[in-house]
């Protein structure tokens, strides 16, 4: 198959994992990013290396942006040496980071000017699932543009969900997922802090839990960290701040009121505000156990 180069601006976690997948399956990478080291492990894998945005998107078929937030794909997009400025008619660019509904709908509508077509594409799972291409991506974009990259949407992921039509509708459902991600968490970590002040084995609780109705996999996954005292960053403390942040925002903004989702927020808050921003999200036990 006739493949044109992909870009991935932004090669860290969940970026680096898609690079990887990508580079296993046999397709054509150019790379960017600010960490010189990442850029070199991947030039080291047979991707090409870029210095910026804009010379990562010359040529290819599609960019896909995997930077943190909304003022980072700003950047990377319009900002001095922005992908969009080396971008041609017929190209694609896929949004794969957590931002809010609106912030995708204005880059959809500013690349729309020039001929560039949007994926929103948020994605969730964690950097193992990106190498391995069992990730999820929420996807929302036209459906000529769908068909036009499937390809490259089924190489990334064997979990694709179909949104609509309308950039922006990912966003939304990436929000709904992580709000209640970010609760689960947050409920999973006062729980574990309880039985640990009950006195009870932390290991053999979770145990329970794991096999019964309090179960759910990021409670189950972080929890175990935290019983190990391992907070590496896989997931900062600050990614479902973010999150939890916008989740509330966008619930707002529709209308809605609900008491779980701010509680929720306010316990990333208090963390980062605690000094654990730089901490894997586990740290939430660590901040309820006292």
């Keep these: 198959m006739d ?49 910026t945005p804009a010379e990562a998107a010359m040529n290819s078929g599609a960019v896909i942006v995997c930077v943190v937030d909304a003022g980072q794909t700003e950047d990377v997009l319009f900002g001095a040496g ?32 020039r001929g560039i077509a949007t994926i929103d594409a948020p994605m969730s799972g964690g950097p193992a699932r990106a190498r391995d291409g069992s990730m999820s991506l ?42 209640l991600a970010g609760i689960n968490l ?15 084995d932390l290991g053999r609780t979770l145990d329970v839990i794991e096999q019964s109705s309090g179960q759910s996999w990021i409670g189950s996954d972080r929890m175990r960290r935290a019983i190990a005292g391992d ?18 925002e966008a619930a707002q903004a529709a209308g809605f009121t609900g008491p779980l989702g701010p509680a ?13 921003a730089g901490l894997d999200d586990a740290a939430l036990f660590k901040l309820l156990a006292g």
């Design 231 to 248: 907070y590496e960053p896989r997931a900062h403390v600050t990614l479902l701040q973010k999150d939890t942040r916008l989740a509330v």
């Design 186 to 200: 947050a409920g999973a970590a006062e729980v574990m802090a309880l039985a640990q002040r009950m006195g009870l």
């Design 82 to 113: 922005g992908a969009a400025e080396a971008m041609q008619p017929g190209q694609a660019v896929l949004l794969c980071p957590t931002m809010a509904p609106q912030d995708v709908e204005r880059f959809a509508q500013r690349l729309a000017e």
């Design 138 to 179: 929420m996807v929302a974009c036209e459906d000529a543009v769908f068909a036009s990259h499937a390809a490259l949407l089924n190489a990334l992921s064997s979990r694709v969900f179909r949104i609509s039509e309308k950039p922006g509708d990912g966003a939304r459902t990436k929000l709904v997922n992580n709000l």
């Design 264 to 276: 929720a927020r306010d316990v990333f808050a208090r963390a980062a505000q605690a000094g654990y």
């Design 3 to 51: 493949r044109k180069p992909v870009a991935i601006i932004g090669v860290g976690n969940m970026g680096g994992g898609m690079a990887g997948r990508l580079l296993e399956l046999g397709w054509p990478l150019q790379v960017c990013d600010i960490d010189a080291a990442k850029m070199r492990f991947f030039e080291e894998k047979w991707a090409a290396a870029r210095a």
